[in-house]
């Protein structure tokens, strides 16, 4: 297969990118997934995908792993986050995830420019902006004066998204998803204020893929506290389509 579609997921085992892989395998890209586990690469040759493991803190592994792919594009769905999203033990892995934001997503932006990906799609959430009457959009600021846990969790994102859309050679687009409901995530009826089906936010990331241009884009089914304009007007998304994105060339 042509190197412009081969496609590195990673995080291919998490809640996301569980939805994603199969969606990019019908689209007709060859997609290699990383998980940090030995078990779950059984589960990634049953959905197509070519099992890379590998620790994102492993930055000398990360990198060789890429290079030696050589994927055109890079699809950041990492997190580490407690099974099903239990929210009784959120706050526990709250300053493991804001890491993996961070130290993570610096490897793996790292790692892409060396293996000469052109294209960087990443997951961010959209509860991050600073208090203000909504809808928030997506150049109104993050909320960087936050304290505590809220703080651990704001400083995470704007790591990641400053790596992503700040760094020369990539085409870095920053997805900042709503509130997950639906398989795998732990809540199976949406959020009020900006829900966000599993499945439409793989739909996002693959649209983003094949036509974003560099930026952010907010990602929810409803409007009121996100503006998703942009998302509805640039990649054509919308909740629960029937879509057909552009197939890989």
């Given amino acids: 297969m042509d190197m412009a579609n081969r496609i590195l997921l990673a995080g291919a085992t998490g809640v996301v990118g569980r939805r994603l892989a199969p969606l990019l395998v ?6 290699h997934g990383t998980t940090r586990s030995e ?4 589960l990634l040759l049953q959905a197509g995908v070519v099992p890379v493991v590998v620790d994102a803190f492993d930055a000398d592994r990360l990198r060789r792993a890429l290079v030696e792919i050589r994927p055109a594009a890079v699809i950041h769905q990492l997190t580490d986050l407690p099974p099903g999203l239990d929210p009784g033990r959120m706050a526990e892995f709250l300053p493991r995830n804001a890491r993996i934001r961070a130290e993570g997503t610096r490897n793996l932006v ?3 420019l060396a293996a000469g990906a052109r294209r960087l799609v990443a997951q961010s959430i959209a509860w991050a902006y600073a208090p203000a009457p909504g809808p ?45 409901h639906g398989p795998g995530t732990g809540r199976d009826e949406p959020d009020e204020a900006m829900p966000l089906h599993v499945d439409d936010a793989a739909a996002a990331a ?12 907010n990602v929810a089914a409803t409007e009121g506290t996100l503006s998703t304009a942009k998302i509805r007007r640039e990649l054509g998304w919308r909740p629960g389509q029937a879509f057909e994105a552009a197939p890989a060339a």
Avoid at 26 to 31: F, K, P, R, S
Avoid at 39 to 42: D, E, G, M, T, V
């Fill in 206 to 217: 693959l649209l983003a893929l094949a036509r974003g241009r560099p930026g952010t884009y």
């Fill in 26 to 31: 019908a689209a007709g890209y060859e997609v």
């Fill in 39 to 42: 078990a779950k690469a059984a």
């Fill in 136 to 180: 928030w959009r997506e150049d109104d600021p993050l909320d960087l004066a936050a304290e505590g846990p809220r703080g651990v969790t704001v400083a995470g994102v704007a790591a990641l998204e400053d790596a992503v859309l700040g760094t020369p050679g990539l085409e870095g687009i920053v997805l900042r998803y709503g509130r997950l």
């Fill in 110 to 112: 790292a790692a892409a």
